[in-house]
């Protein structure tokens, strides 16, 4: 079992920016394809950004190609998600997950770990 533990979210005003954090405590996701998604209240849960295990790789969704990058750093065991320009319509907890085997992306069905998620909260 692996555990994923997001950090970073919290209360930011609209067009700032905000970098969270993933970390795998006592289990390597080094060879794992790493993804974010987002739920807001009311809403289904969204994919965010992917990348692979690598880091050669990355795929966002379409309102947060101009706005975000995904990276990771395998020796810190640890993924991020740089968000820029941030509006109220972001705000939602954000989920990072992790997937063995890496195909289709952007579904939520690929990824076999899941965090607690980190509230994200846009307002002024």
């Known amino acids: 079992q692996v555990q994923l533990v997001e950090s970073g979210g919290g209360l930011v005003q609209p067009g700032r920016s905000l970098r969270l954090s993933c970390a795998a405590p006592?289990?390597?996701?080094?060879?794992?394809?790493m993804g974010w998604f987002r739920q807001a209240p009311g809403k289904e849960r969204e994919f965010v950004a992917g990348?692979?295990?690598?880091?050669?790789?990355?795929y966002y969704a379409a309102s947060m190609k101009r706005r975000s990058t995904i990276s990771r750093d395998n020796a810190q065991n640890t993924v991020y998600l740089q968000m820029y320009s941030l509006s109220p319509e972001d705000t939602a907890v954000y989920y990072c997950?992790?997937?063995?085997?890496?195909?289709?992306?952007?579904?939520?069905?690929?990824?076999?770990?899941w965090g607690q998620g980190t509230q994200v909260t846009v307002s002024s």
């Open positions: 006592g289990r390597t996701v080094s060879r794992y394809t």
């Open positions: 990348i692979s295990w690598n880091g050669d790789n990355a």
């Open positions: 997950a992790a997937a063995r085997y890496g195909s289709s992306w952007y579904e939520s069905f690929m990824y076999d770990y």
